[in-house]
């Protein structure tokens, strides 16, 4: 099957198209909901609201880009939705305010090395000890590569909230990947 029968088939509401799909994106939309969420049970509860979300708006896919790209956006806004929600106590707060500086973390390692030393999954871990807040953020505007000002758009804060909730992000999983390093054990 490709990926035009398996969505007409999905519009059918056809159980076997839903699991090809289902299966096909598990396992990288698990890992967009992991980083946004510090538990594995919560993002799967996400997982699977943005599954139920693609199911049912399937019909409106319109071509226009990629259908992954499409999924991925359903999956991020279910997300963002979910910290709204208040299912993590979320807020969007900013520490640190706009002529505020953060200090650096001291250089002993560059952030080349810092990485040479540490798994995948580990630097998950690492995103996920972040606030909810600051956690987002970097989602959004590292890995999803969105500007400061659509994540003010879509989280309604100002782009300085967000440029500094970044830099307090950055900042705070520099300082945790390099206690990753110093203590082997993560502890």
């Known amino acids: 099957m490709n990926e035009t029968e398996i969505i007409k088939g999905c519009i059918k509401n056809d159980r076997a198209c839903q699991k ?26 996400i997982l699977h609201e943005g599954f ?10 319109n071509n226009s880009g990629t259908f992954e790209g499409w999924v991925r956006r359903i999956m991020v806004n279910t997300c963002i939705d979910s910290l709204r929600k208040g299912k993590q ?4 707060v900013s520490t640190v305010y706009a ?3 953060i200090p650096d973390v001291p250089e002993e390692l560059e952030d080349e090395e810092i990485l ?9 871990k690492a995103v996920q000890k972040l606030t909810p807040a600051y956690r ?3 989602n959004l505007y590292v890995v999803e590569e969105y500007s400061h000002k659509q994540i003010a758009d879509m989280l309604e804060i100002s782009e300085g909230t967000s440029k500094s909730n970044l830099s307090k992000a950055k900042f705070n999983l520099r300082k945790n990947l390099i206690h990753l390093i110093k ?3 993560g502890k």
């Open 20 to 45: 090809v799909l289902y299966d096909y994106f598990f396992s990288e939309m698990l890992g967009v909901c992991l980083r946004y969420s510090n538990n594995e049970e919560v993002a799967m509860d």
């Open 52 to 61: 139920l979300k693609i199911f049912l708006n399937i019909k409106n896919f």
């Open 89 to 92: 106590n979320y807020q969007i």
């Open 99 to 101: 002529n505020e500086t």
């Open 116 to 124: 040479i030393h540490i798994e995948k999954e580990e630097i998950l």
């Open 136 to 138: 987002t953020i970097f």
């Open 183 to 185: 203590t082997p054990d």
